[in-house]
C-alpha cells in the first residue's frame, strides 16, 4: 500500500498522539481543579512499566490481559499522583517542585528502570499487544482507510474521552464545580463544594490517564520495554494543555500534530530524503516545535494564559482564605 | 528568584562540547596547560549560558513558560551531542584509526587539556579534581553574590514580589536574562569539568553522561539545600556520593533505579517537613459536639 506521506503522517500522528493524548487530558484534569502536576512523565513511565508488566506475567487471553494490564497502569499512576497530591494539597508544598521530584522518582532513573530491571523486561517483547479493530479490508480504502479505521481500541476510546471530558466540563454539575474549584476555590468553598477533595480526584484521574498514556506506548507503539521509553513525551503533553488552552478539543489536535512530528524521521528516511542533518533535525523537531509553539502562543495573546485556572499552583488553605 | 531552570541537563552537555571543542584546540597545539584549561573553563561557561539564553530571553520578552522550555532544551541538546559523534563528521569525532572505523568514538582530550586533581592522603588517598575546587569558588561567589550585591538583592526581590520589584524600578527583563545565562553557565561549567576532569573526551555514549542526569540531579540538591549555595556543596556531597555509590554498587542486588528512587523519596521527605518550617502544628483535640445529656440516676 502506497499512501501520500501526508495520509501517512496523519495516521501516525494518531497513533503516536494518542499517548500524548490520554496524558494532556489527564492533565487537564488536574489544571483545571488549580493543581499543576510536572510529574507527567514519571506517572508514565511507571503506567508503561506496570502496563508491561502485567501482559508478560498475566496468563489470560489476550483481551483480558490486555484490559487488565490498562486498569494496573492507571492504578500504578494513580498512585503516583496520590503522592504529588498528598505533597501539594494537604501538606502544601511547592506544586513545581514536588512534581519534579514525582518525575525523579519514578523516572527514566528512578521506580520504573528499578521495576523494569527487577522484573527483567528488558529481555523479551510484549507477549499481548493492542491491534487495529477493523478488518484488513477497510484499511485498504482510500484516505480513510488509514487515518481511520486503522488503529487500537486505546485510540477509539480516547476520541469517545474527548468528548466525555468537553461535556464533563461544560455539561455537568461536578464538572462545573471543578472549575470553580479551579478559578476561585475560596468561592466554591463558600458554595459548598469540597475543594480537598475535587482536588484529590482530579490529580488521581490525570495520574491514572497518565499511566494509561504509558500503557499506550508499551503496548500499543513500541511494544517493549526500554528505560524511559516516553522519551520526554509527559513534558510535551504538559505544554499542549498550554496551548490547548485548557480544551480537550484542542489537546486532541495538538496531540495528533506532535504525534506526527514524532514519525516524520522513519518516513523521510523511507523515503529516502535527506534534508542537511535529518538525523538531528527530525529527531529533535517534537521538542523544538513544542517551544516555538509554547512562544506563539504566549505572545500572540493579549491575555497570556487564555483559559488558565485562575487559581493554579496554589495551594487552598481555608483558614487564609 | 522563582525561576526554575530546568535545562541544566542539556547546558551541561553543551558546556561539555563546547568545553572539548576549546580542549582539542588550544591542548592540541602545545601550549601550556594552563592556558588550555581556562579556555576550557571559559568556552564551558559560555556554552552553557549560550544555552540557557533561549528560555531566559523567551521567558522576559514572551513571558514563555521557562520550565518547559528549558527543560525541552534537554532533549535537543542530547540529540546534538549524539549527533555529533554518532551522525557526523564533526571536529569532535575520531575519524582515524581502526577503532573509528569500527565504532563511532570521539577523539581523546590532548595530555595538557586534563585537569589536575589534587591527592589528599587519607584513606589511601582522596582525589580532588580541579572541577571540585572551582565549585567551592563559584558557590562562594555566588553566596557573596546573593547576599552582598545589589544584583542578588533585586533578583531576591523579583522572585518575592515581582509587582514590588517593578514599582521600584528594577530591570525584570534584564534581571531574568541575566539569571538564567549564570544559572546556565555554572551547568556549562559542570559539562566541562566532566570532559577535563573525568571522561578526556566528548562522552556521547548513552551510557555515559547522558545516563547520569547530572542536571536533574543539580535540581534535587538545589530544592533540598533550600536555594542556598553554601548549603549546596554539602547536599551536592551527599547526594553526589549516593549517585557514585548507586553506580559502583549496581548489579543484581542494587539496579540502577534505586538512585532516583531514592532521591525522589529524599525531596518527598524534605517537601513535607516544609510544612513544619512554614506552620506550627498544635495538636488539639477536636471539640466533640455536646454530649447529649446523661439519664440522670436519680
Not at chain 1, 498522539?17 to 490520554?22: A, V
Not at chain 1, 514536588?98 to 522518582?105: C, E, H, N, Y
Not at chain 2, 533578583?155 to 509587582?163: E, H, I, K
Request: with cysteine; charged share 10%; hydrophobic share 50%.
Amino acid at each position: 500500500m502506497n499512501h501520500s506521506l501526508a495520509v501517512v503522517l496523519i495516521a501516525s500522528g494518531i497513533t503516536y498522539g494518542t499517548p500524548l493524548l490520554y496524558a494532556a487530558l489527564g492533565e487537564l484534569l488536574a489544571e483545571r481543579s488549580g493543581v499543576l502536576n510536572l510529574g507527567v512523565e514519571g506517572m508514565m513511565l511507571i503506567g508503561a512499566v506496570m502496563g508491561f508488566w502485567t501482559v508478560q506475567r498475566l496468563h489470560a487471553d489476550t483481551g483480558l490481559a490486555l484490559a487488565a494490564a490498562v486498569g494496573v497502569a492507571a492504578l500504578a499512576g494513580a498512585v503516583v499522583a496520590s503522592i504529588h497530591a498528598f505533597l501539594v494539597i494537604t501538606l502544601r508544598a511547592s506544586q513545581i517542585v514536588s512534581g519534579l521530584a514525582v518525575t525523579i522518582f519514578a523516572g527514566a532513573a528512578g521506580l520504573s528502570s528499578y521495576l523494569g530491571n527487577d522484573f527483567n523486561l528488558g529481555e523479551n517483547p510484549a507477549r499481548h499487544t493492542f491491534h487495529a479493530v477493523f478488518p484488513a479490508s477497510f484499511q485498504r480504502w482510500p484516505i480513510v482507510g488509514p487515518i481511520v479505521f486503522d488503529h487500537n481500541v486505546l485510540v477509539y476510546v480516547s476520541w469517545a474521552l474527548v468528548v466525555a471530558v468537553w461535556l464533563y466540563l461544560t455539561r455537568t454539575r461536578p464538572g462545573l464545580n471543578l472549575r470553580a474549584v479551579g478559578d476561585a476555590p475560596g468561592a466554591a468553598d463558600a458554595m459548598g463544594i469540597d475543594v480537598i477533595a475535587y482536588r484529590y480526584a482530579h490529580v488521581l484521574a490525570g495520574g491514572a490517564f497518565a499511566g494509561v498514556a504509558g500503557a499506550t506506548i508499551t503496548l500499543g507503539i513500541n511494544t517493549q520495554w526500554v528505560d524511559g521509553i516516553t522519551n520526554g513525551a509527559g513534558w510535551i503533553a504538559i505544554a499542549l494543555v498550554i496551548f490547548a488552552f485548557w480544551r480537550p478539543e484542542l489537546c486532541l489536535v495538538g496531540a495528533y500534530f506532535f504525534g506526527a512530528l514524532q514519525d516524520l524521521q522513519p518516513e523521510l528516511q523511507a523515503r529516502g530524503i535527506h534534508l542537511g542533518p535529518t538525523a538531528l533535525w527530525t529527531n529533535a523537531l517534537p521538542y523544538v516545535m513544542t517551544i516555538v509553539v509554547l512562544v506563539l502562543v504566549s505572545a500572540s495573546s493579549t491575555r497570556r494564559w487564555l483559559g488558565a485556572p485562575a487559581a493554579l499552583g496554589t495551594p487552598y488553605v481555608r483558614e487564609e482564605r | 528568584m522563582r525561576l526554575f531552570n530546568i535545562g541544566g541537563e542539556g547546558q551541561l552537555y553543551i558546556g561539555a562540547i563546547t568545553g572539548a571543542a576549546a580542549g582539542l584546540y588550544f591542548g592540541g597545539n602545545g601550549g601550556p596547560s594552563a592556558f588550555a584549561i581556562a579556555a576550557m573553563v571559559i568556552a564551558g561557561c559560555a556554552g552553557g549560558a549560550a544555552w540557557a539564553l533561549i528560555p531566559g530571553i523567551l521567558r522576559a520578552f514572551f513571558r514563555t513558560n521557562e520550565i518547559i522550555t528549558s527543560l525541552m532544551l534537554n532533549y535537543v541538546a542530547g540529540y546534538l551531542l549524539t549527533f555529533l559523534i554518532f551522525n557526523s563528521q564533526s571536529y569532535w569525532r575520531q575519524t582515524s584509526g581502526f577503532n573509528a572505523s569500527v565504532f563511532p568514538t570521539s577523539k581523546d582530550l590532548p595530555n595538557s587539556a586534563l585537569w589536575p586533581a589534587a591527592t589528599v592522603h587519607v584513606h589511601g588517598g582522596v582525589a580532588l579534581p580541579l572541577g571540585a575546587g572551582i565549585a567551592l569558588l563559584v558557590a562562594a561567589v555566588l553566596w557573596v553574590l546573593y547576599s552582598r550585591t545589589r544584583f542578588g538583592f533585586e533578583a531576591t526581590v523579583l522572585g518575592d514580589s515581582p509587582r514590588a520589584a517593578r514599582y521600584a524600578g528594577m530591570r525584570t527583563r534584564r534581571k531574568i536574562i541575566a539569571v538564567m545565562a549564570i544559572s546556565g553557565a555554572i551547568a556549562g561549567l559542570g559539562g566541562a569539568s566532566q570532559d577535563g576532569d573525568f571522561r578526556h573526551t566528548l562522552d556521547a555514549d548513552p551510557n555515559g553522561m547522558q545516563r547520569q542526569f547530572y542536571g536533574y540531579s543539580g535540581i534535587v540538591v538545589a530544592a533540598l539545600a533550600r536555594y542556598n549555595p553554601l548549603a549546596v556543596l554539602l547536599v551536592a556531597f551527599l547526594i553526589g556520593g549516593l549517585q557514585n555509590a548507586g553506580n559502583s554498587l549496581q548489579g543484581a542486588d542494587f539496579p540502577s533505579g534505586l538512585v532516583g528512587v531514592i532521591q525522589g523519596i529524599i525531596l518527598f521527605s524534605a517537601l513535607g517537613g516544609e510544612l513544619l518550617v512554614r506552620y506550627r502544628i498544635r495538636v488539639s483535640r477536636r471539640r466533640r459536639p455536646a454530649p447529649e445529656p446523661a439519664p440522670e440516676a436519680t
